[in-house]
C-alpha cells in the first residue's frame, strides 16, 4: 500500500515537472499567457463543434478574478453538446482524439489541448473543472466536476448531476487557474477580436473581470463549409505514422493498405510501389518490420502520384474575409475594403495548402504607425511570435513603397494606414513548434503568401488611380452644373437680361453623358444619389450597372432610355454599409465609350466571372 | 465723366460673355501673362512692361470658369458702389466676397490679384473701380511744401519738414493731383530708404537738412501710391531718385520695383516707375569692402537671386556681377549693419562717398 502511495506521489510529482519544464512547448509559458491558451483551448472547441454541427456559433467568454493572481475563465457555447458518458473522456484524458490516420484542417489544438487546461488549473490552484452539458436530443443537462488523474490518464469524476438548462444545447466549460489578465497586443480581447473577423458567423461576448462586456456581433447568417475529410497522401507520411498505419491497417494485404487506406493511389499504382520495393504484394501489413516500412516509404517517393486532393482544405472564403473586417474594423473608417484574395493550392511536403489575404486602408487608420498584420493559421489567430513567422517575414521582404506606403530602403516594417490580414490554411502546417504560434518560413509558403499580397496590393493601387480618376469627374461635373449656370446668371443678370441657354456651350466643351454620385449618410448606411445628365446633342439608350461599394453582390442595372440632350436623371439607393462608403463602381453597355464619363465598360467577360464566383 | 466710362467698360466685357453663352460659342478671356518671363522693355517710356505672351482664361477648365464667375460677381460689387457713389478697401471687397459663397476669395493676394487682372483687362486702374488700398503709414520728411485735400474738401498746406513731427508726413492713398498738389520745394535730391530704423537715424542725424535732401520712408516693397509719390516728385520737380537699401535679393527686387517698374503692376509701369532712379543701397562689393557684419544667405535667399539672374530687367553688367557675388560669398547684410563703424558713419561716409559716385 507505501509503495503504490509512494509511487503515486512521485508519478504526480513527475508530471508537475514535466508541465514545468515543458510549459514553453505546452504554451503555459507565463502567468498571462496561461489564462490566454485556457481561453484559445475551449474557445477554439466550441467554434469547431459548431462548424462541425452546422450551427450558428454563440459563444461567452467569461473571466472573474477569485484572488489576485487567480482567476476564473468560463467558455459557454451553444455547440451540439456531448454525449455524457464521452465527457470524461474527451475532458479528461490526455491525448485523447478521434483524429488519427486522416487528413484534415482543423483549428486543431496546441499540445496536449483542453485537458491541458484543465490539468494546468488543477496544478496551480487544486481546483477541479466544471463542465455542464446538453444534447438537443436529451431532456435534461449533466454537469460535472473532474479533474485528471494523472497515473491512469484519466477523468477524476467528482461530481455527475442532471440539471435542467434552458438552452436547448450546448457546452460550458469553467476553469479556475492561475494567471495575470493583460490588455493590448497579445491579449485575450485580441484574440477574441482578431477570431471574430474570420467568424463573423459567430456571436461573440466577452466579459472582462471588471465586468466590461464587449460584443462582437454576427454579422452573417451563413455556416461556413467545412472541410472533407480525406485519406492521406503518400507522400507526406513519415516513417513512424507508416508503421502505426500499417499496424493499425484492416488491409489483408499491401496493395489494398495503399490503395484504400492513402489517397491517390490505385491499385496499379501500389502494385508499382510494392514491387520497387521489393515486397511481396500479399504480405500482410502489420507484419512489416522497419526496414520494409523504409522500403516502402522510399519507393512511395518515387512512384509518381496525383497531387493531393484540395477537398481538405477549407478556406475562410472571400465574403467571410469581407464581412468580417468591415464589421470589426468599422470603427476606424476605412475608405477601401479590398476584395479577399485567396491563392489556388500549393503543395508543401506532400499537403496541400493555400493562402488567403485581405486588407482594409485609409479612413482613421493612423498613417504614421506600422502597417497591423494579422496573422492566422487554420482560422486560428496567432499573436506570438511574430518575428519568427512565414507571414511577417513574408511581408517584410516585399517593397510596399510601391502601393505607397512607407518602408526604408524598401525591406522590414511597411508603414501606413493599413491592416492586412494572412490566413496560411491547410492540414499539416509547418509550425515552427510544438505550439503553433508561427508557420515556418518555407519557401513555397512564403512565396505564396507574397504573391497574394501583391495581388491584394494591385487593388489598393487601382482604387487610388480610381478614386483620383472620380475626383476629376466629379470637378468636371461641377463646371457643368453650378459654374457655368452661374456665370449665366450673373451675365445676365448684370446687364438686365434674360439668362440664356447654356446647353449648346457646355456640349461643345463636355459632349458626354456625365455619371455623378452625391453620397450622404443615414442610419447604418448611405443614401447613394446618382445623378446622369446628357451633355450631349444626342438622345442615348443604354444600360448603367452600379456596383455599390464595389461588391458583387449589391449590384443594380439601370435602364436608360431615350436620355435626350440637356436631359437628367437621378436614381437613389440605400445602401446598408458600416464605416465610411468607399464609392459605388459604375459600369455602362450599349454606348460608345468615349460619350459617356464617370463609368466603365462593362468587362466582356463579366458574367462569366459572376459564375466562377458563385 | 471716368465713372461713366468705367460702368460702360465693365458692361462691354460682360456682354462679350454673354453674347458668347447665347450664340453658343466658349467664353474666353485673354490677358497678358504676369511673369517674369512676359516682362519687354519699352523705348518710349524706359520701363518695363508686358509683353504680348497671353493666357487665356475660359469656361473650358473649372479654373477659368472660377475666374470668370469670381470676375463677374466682382463686377457687379464695382457697379453697384458706382451707382450708389461708395468706395471700399481691397480687404472690405476680400470680406464682402464671403457672401458669394462658392466665388469667395480663399485669401486677400486672391482678390488684390484679380482686381489687377481686372487692370489689365480693361485698361483702367483700381481707383477707377472704387478699390484702394489701406495706408501703409509710408512717409516723408524733408524741405517740401504740399496742399492736401482733407475730408472737408479744403486743400492744407503742409510743409513735410516744419509741419510734421518725427514720423514724417504720411503718405496717402491716393496721391493725384486732385488730391495732393505739390506746391514748392528747397531740396536736391530725394532719399527712398527701406526701413524704418534707418529712416529715424537719417531724421536724428539731420540728413535731409544737411544734404538738401527729402527722405522718403518706402516701408519695405513700396506701395502703389509711395512709388506714385516718387514718380511725380521725380517727374514734376525733377528731383533725383536715390534708393537707400539693405543688401539682399528682396532689396534688390526694392530697386527694381521702383526703377523699372514691378512685374506685378507692369501693366501701368510708366506710371509709377523711376527709371532714372540710382541704387545706392548695400551691395556685395560694400560687404567686402566695408568689412560689413554679414548674415549667411537663406535658401530663399539663394532662389530669389538665381530667380533674378533669369529676370530681364536685372540683366545689366552691374546687377549680374552683384548677384553673382552675393552667391558667390553667400552673405548678406543689413542697411544698419553699418553702425559697426559708429552712428554718424552713414551720414558721414558711407552716403556722401556712394552719392559722389552717382551724382
Not at chain 2, 472737408?152 to 503742409?158: A, M, V, Y
Request: hydrophobic share 35%; with cysteine; proline share 4%.
Amino acid at each position: 500500500m507505501a509503495k503504490t502511495k509512494e509511487q503515486t506521489q512521485y508519478r504526480e510529482v513527475s508530471l508537475s515537472e514535466f508541465f514545468e519544464k515543458n510549459r514553453h512547448i505546452l504554451g503555459f509559458d507565463s502567468a498571462q499567457k496561461s489564462l490566454f491558451m485556457i481561453v484559445k483551448e475551449a474557445f477554439d472547441n466550441s467554434l469547431d463543434a459548431c462548424d462541425e454541427y452546422a450551427i450558428l456559433p454563440e459563444i461567452e467568454v467569461s473571466i472573474s478574478k477569485v484572488s489576485d493572481d487567480i482567476f476564473n475563465i468560463s467558455v459557454t457555447d451553444n455547440g451540439p453538446g456531448i454525449e455524457r458518458t464521452q465527457v470524461p473522456r474527451v475532458f479528461g484524458q490526455l491525448l485523447y482524439g478521434s483524429r488519427f490516420h486522416v487528413i484534415r484542417q482543423s483549428r486543431g489544438q496546441q499540445g496536449l489541448g483542453i485537458t491541458a487546461a484543465i490539468l494546468y488549473g488543477q496544478l496551480t490552484t487544486g481546483e477541479k473543472a466544471l463542465v455542464e452539458t446538453k444534447r438537443e436530443a436529451d431532456d435534461v443537462a449533466f454537469r460535472f466536476v473532474l479533474g485528471i488523474n494523472v497515473k491512469d490518464n484519466k477523468a477524476d469524476l467528482k461530481l455527475q448531476e442532471p440539471f435542467i438548462w434552458d438552452r436547448q444545447h450546448g457546452t460550458r466549460v469553467s476553469i479556475t487557474a492561475k494567471g495575470r489578465y493583460i490588455t493590448g497586443k497579445q491579449s485575450i480581447m485580441e484574440y477574441l477580436k482578431e477570431s471574430a473577423v474570420v467568424n463573423p458567423h459567430a456571436s461573440i461576448t466577452f466579459v472582462e473581470p471588471d465586468g466590461k462586456r464587449t460584443h462582437f456581433n454576427r454579422t452573417i447568417e451563413k455556416v461556413p463549409i467545412i472541410s472533407k475529410t480525406v485519406k492521406p497522401h503518400p507522400y507526406g507520411i513519415e516513417i513512424g505514422e507508416l508503421m502505426t498505419m500499417a499496424k493499425a491497417s484492416q488491409a489483408n494485404n499491401l496493395i489494398r493498405f495503399l490503395a484504400d487506406d492513402f489517397s491517390r493511389v490505385s491499385d496499379s499504382t501500389a502494385t508499382e510501389i510494392v514491387t520497387n520495393a521489393g515486397l511481396k504484394k500479399d504480405a500482410k501489413p502489420s507484419s512489416l518490420g522497419n526496414t520494409e516500412i523504409s522500403a516502402l516509404r522510399e519507393s512511395i517517393q518515387k512512384t509518381k502520384l496525383m497531387p493531393p486532393s484540395q477537398e481538405s482544405l477549407s478556406p475562410i472564403g472571400e465574403e467571410f474575409i469581407r464581412r468580417g473586417m468591415m464589421s470589426i474594423y468599422a470603427e476606424e473608417r476605412p475608405e477601401f475594403y479590398g476584395k479577399p484574395i485567396t491563392r489556388k493550392a500549393g503543395i508543401y511536403s506532400g499537403n496541400p495548402f493555400s493562402v488567403e489575404v485581405g486588407m482594409v486602408y485609409g479612413g482613421d487608420l493612423p498613417g504614421d504607425q506600422a502597417i497591423r498584420i494579422i496573422r492566422y493559421a487554420n482560422k486560428v489567430p496567432l499573436l506570438y511570435q511574430p518575428g519568427s513567422c512565414a507571414i511577417t517575414q513574408s511581408v517584410f521582404d516585399l517593397d510596399w513603397r510601391t502601393y505607397g506606403l512607407d518602408q526604408k530602403q524598401g525591406k522590414g516594417q511597411p508603414y501606413g494606414p493599413a491592416i492586412i490580414l494572412v490566413h496560411v490554411y491547410g492540414p499539416r502546417l509547418p509550425y515552427t513548434s510544438e505550439s503553433k504560434e508561427a508557420i515556418s518560413a518555407v519557401e513555397v509558403i512564403t512565396d505564396e503568401i507574397k504573391a497574394a499580397i501583391k495581388q491584394e496590393m494591385r487593388m489598393l493601387k487601382t482604387f487610388g488611380n480610381r478614386k483620383e480618376k472620380m475626383k476629376k469627374v466629379a470637378e468636371r461635373f461641377n463646371l457643368f452644373r453650378r459654374l457655368i449656370p452661374e456665370i449665366a446668371v450673373k451675365c445676365s443678370a448684370i446687364l438686365g437680361k434674360e439668362t440664356p441657354d447654356i446647353n449648346p456651350v457646355v456640349s461643345k466643351i463636355a459632349g458626354v453623358v456625365f455619371i455623378h454620385e452625391e453620397i450622404s449618410k443615414k442610419d447604418a448606411g448611405y443614401v447613394i444619389k446618382t445623378e446622369l445628365f446628357n451633355f450631349t446633342q444626342s438622345t442615348h439608350d443604354f444600360t448603367l450597372k452600379a456596383l455599390y461599394g464595389g461588391m458583387d453582390d449589391k449590384v443594380i442595372d439601370f435602364k436608360i432610355e431615350q436620355l435626350g440632350p440637356a436631359e437628367e436623371k437621378v436614381f437613389e439607393n440605400y445602401v446598408e454599409w458600416p464605416g465610411q462608403y468607399p464609392g459605388t463602381d459604375y459600369y455602362f453597355t450599349g454606348i460608345e465609350p468615349s460619350k459617356i464619363q464617370g463609368a466603365e465598360l462593362l468587362p466582356g467577360d463579366w458574367d462569366l466571372r459572376k459564375m466562377n464566383g458563385e | 465723366m471716368a465713372e461713366i466710362k468705367t460702368d460702360e467698360t465693365l458692361k462691354k466685357l460682360v456682354e462679350k460673355v454673354y453674347n458668347d453663352l447665347v450664340s453658343g460659342e466658349v467664353p474666353e478671356v485673354k490677358i497678358s501673362s504676369r511673369t517674369k518671363d512676359n516682362i519687354v522693355f519699352d523705348q518710349t517710356n524706359n520701363v518695363w512692361k508686358y509683353g504680348n505672351s497671353t493666357v487665356s482664361r475660359s469656361v473650358k477648365t473649372t479654373d477659368g470658369a472660377q475666374f470668370m464667375a469670381k470676375s463677374l460677381y466682382t463686377i457687379e460689387f464695382i457697379l453697384d458702389m458706382i451707382r450708389s457713389g461708395k468706395s471700399s478697401t481691397l480687404r472690405e471687397m476680400y470680406y464682402i466676397s464671403e457672401g458669394w459663397k462658392d466665388y469667395k476669395f480663399h485669401t486677400q493676394d486672391e482678390s488684390n490679384m484679380l482686381a489687377e487682372d481686372l487692370e489689365v483687362i480693361t485698361a483702367l486702374m483700381r481707383e477707377d473701380f472704387k478699390l484702394r488700398p489701406e495706408e501703409n503709414g509710408a512717409s516723408v520728411i524733408g524741405n517740401i511744401t504740399i496742399e492736401e485735400k482733407n475730408r472737408k474738401g479744403e486743400f492744407k498746406r503742409i510743409n513735410c519738414r516744419d509741419d510734421v513731427g518725427d514720423a514724417g508726413y504720411t503718405i496717402p492713398y491716393n496721391v493725384e493731383s486732385d488730391k495732393v498738389k505739390l506746391v514748392s520745394h528747397d531740396a536736391d535730391f530725394i532719399l527712398a530708404i527701406e526701413t524704418g530704423g534707418m529712416f529715424d537715424r537719417l531724421v536724428e542725424n539731420g540728413f535731409d537738412e544737411n544734404f538738401r535732401s527729402v527722405l522718403v520712408h518706402l516701408k519695405g516693397q513700396p506701395a502703389r501710391s509711395t512709388r506714385r509719390l516718387l514718380k511725380r516728385l521725380n517727374n514734376e520737380l525733377g528731383l533725383p531718385v536715390y534708393v537707400f537699401t539693405d543688401g539682399d535679393p528682396w532689396s534688390f527686387r526694392i530697386f527694381g520695383s521702383i526703377a523699372y517698374g514691378a512685374i506685378k503692376t507692369a501693366h501701368i509701369s510708366e506710371w509709377l516707375a523711376v527709371p532714372s532712379a540710382e541704387f545706392i543701397g548695400i551691395t556685395a562689393s560694400d560687404i567686402l569692402n566695408y568689412d560689413l557684419p554679414a548674415d549667411k544667405l537663406s535658401d530663399k535667399d539663394i532662389s530669389a537671386l538665381n530667380s533674378e539672374l533669369q529676370d530681364p530687367r536685372f540683366s545689366t553688367e552691374f546687377w549680374k556681377q552683384e548677384i553673382e557675388t552675393m552667391l558667390q560669398m553667400g552673405k548678406k547684410a543689413e542697411q544698419q549693419a553699418l553702425a559697426k563703424y559708429g552712428l554718424d558713419f552713414v551720414t558721414e561716409k558711407y552716403l556722401p562717398d556712394k552719392l559722389a559716385d552717382v551724382r
